[in-house]
């Protein structure tokens, strides 16, 4: 029976171990995790739109929504997404919550009690996680998880055309509906033709 009873830690902390590298490298790795989209024949052709939103809050797939409209009605835009990445300082407690949580989970699951080494009495919490190991690491793992996402979350949906931003959702408090996005790059799109046609046209 105490065989099986590590195998199943040894499992759940695998499990769970796999789940934190994810969320500790989606930052660094954000272009990897978040596929760009590319729309056009030719990404050096024609305008560029260029989507920074937040990744944590879900809006991925409101990102790739709008992209498959833009590529029906706009052809020969180029059209790419990325994660909007929060203040260095969350970024930095919301990894420095990452490798504790891994920490703690490690120590539950070996058993190790650190308390008395530091001259303190064991707490009842750790005497808790100690004898429902199962419980407390999955405890640990979610409770955790929400503060990291409290401090990585942005709530940014950012466009900018041409390196020009058309709209914040950290100033509007909102995401654009279709038609008014389009209204915005209709309007772009015909004064950049003006501009064309007529040199020191303002831009």
């Known amino acids: 029976m105490t065989d099986y009873s590590k195998i ?3 499992c759940i902390f695998v499990f769970l171990a796999v789940c934190t590298y994810k969320d500790l490298t989606v930052q660094t790795t954000a272009d990897k995790q978040i596929p760009i989209t590319k729309v056009g024949l030719n990404a050096n052709i024609g305008p560029t739109l260029k989507f920074m939103y937040c990744y944590s809050c879900g809006y991925r797939k409101a990102f790739e929504e709008y992209a498959q ?10 059209v790419s ?8 300082l969350h970024m930095l407690i919301a990894r420095g919550l990452g490798v ?3 920490m703690i989970i490690i120590a539950v699951v070996s058993g190790v009690n ?8 064991t707490p009842q919490f750790w005497v808790w996680c100690s004898n429902h190991k199962v419980w407390s690491c999955m405890m640990i ?4 998880n929400a503060l990291e996402g409290h401090f990585i979350s942005t709530g940014a949906f950012e466009i900018a055309l041409n390196d020009i931003p058309i709209w ?8 654009p509906q279709p038609p008014e996005l ?10 950049e033709d003006l501009s064309d046609i007529k040199p020191g046209f303002p831009k």
């Open 8 to 10: 199943v830690y040894a």
């Open 69 to 78: 409209l833009i590529r029906q009605k706009y052809p020969d835009i180029s």
């Open 81 to 88: 997404g990325a994660n909007y990445d929060p203040p260095g």
């Open 100 to 102: 504790l949580k891994i």
């Open 114 to 121: 650190i308390f008395p080494k530091l001259g303190m009495e």
């Open 141 to 144: 793992f979610f409770m955790s």
């Open 168 to 175: 914040s959702k950290l100033e509007t408090g909102r995401i």
């Open 182 to 191: 389009f209204h915005i790059l209709d309007n772009h799109l015909h004064l």
